[in-house]
């Protein structure tokens, strides 16, 4: 297992539900690479049998269908930062029910329950790749989920991810409070939020499908040394792009 510290954070979203707060557990362990990689996680545990299911993410996305679809509303909100080193996949930035930050798309609205990153980007746009990717994963009351993907591009540092990169916890544990230390997520999304949508799964074992994904078409920046602390330590944590299985890719105007 690779070593993290206060300089970088890697996140996957295993559970995309509200975080319990304890150490997030994984019945049989996985990898990116080697015998245990994503070729084969669905042969690991019956649990990640939706690995090789039909609705995977992540996608390149390629031909897509212009429709009449709702303008995406980002309510963010200033509050303390929780943080997790699970001990396998690293540190989340973890929100407790009822923390007010908030996901609208038409009659939908979810709550943010986390956000994690990966490098380089695990989604294609057109078949270019990024240097980083935000996943921020959302819950609706009903239990429905979805998935906010914002491309990273190198350029200027990004106070958001400069404030998590500094309070990372290099110990296993349960999701604390940093004390005194607040952080709102706002940094993390572009100013247009024009975007693809399609319906896929976590990015991770147990690949559970029914994820709504919000791609947003355009990316925010961080700087070089923002992105290299991040791929010192995790030079490739990503899946590899899945079918599309006959899934319609939607685009907003």
Known sequence: MRRISMAAVVVIAAAILWPAGEQAQWRTAWSYEGAKGPA????LDPEYAACNGKQQSPIDIQETKKGNLPGLQFEFKTGPLHVINNGYTAVRVDYPK???NFLVAGDERYELTQFHFHHPG?????GKGYDMVVHLMYAASDGKVAGVAVMVNEGRANPVVEQIW???????????EIPGVELNPAGL?????GYYTYTGSVTAPPCTE?????????PVEFSSAEIGAFAKLYPHDVRPV????????????
């Open 40 to 43: 084969h996680w669905a042969e």
């Open 98 to 100: 009822g923390n007010g």
């Open 122 to 126: 695990e989604e294609l746009l057109h």
């Open 166 to 176: 500094k309070y990372m916890p290099q110990t296993v544990g349960k999701s604390h």
């Open 189 to 193: 999304i572009p100013k247009d939020a």
């Open 210 to 218: 029914g994820v709504k994904w919000f791609v947003l078409k355009t």
């Open 242 to 253: 899945q079918p599309l299985n006959g899934r319609v890719v939607e685009e907003s105007q």
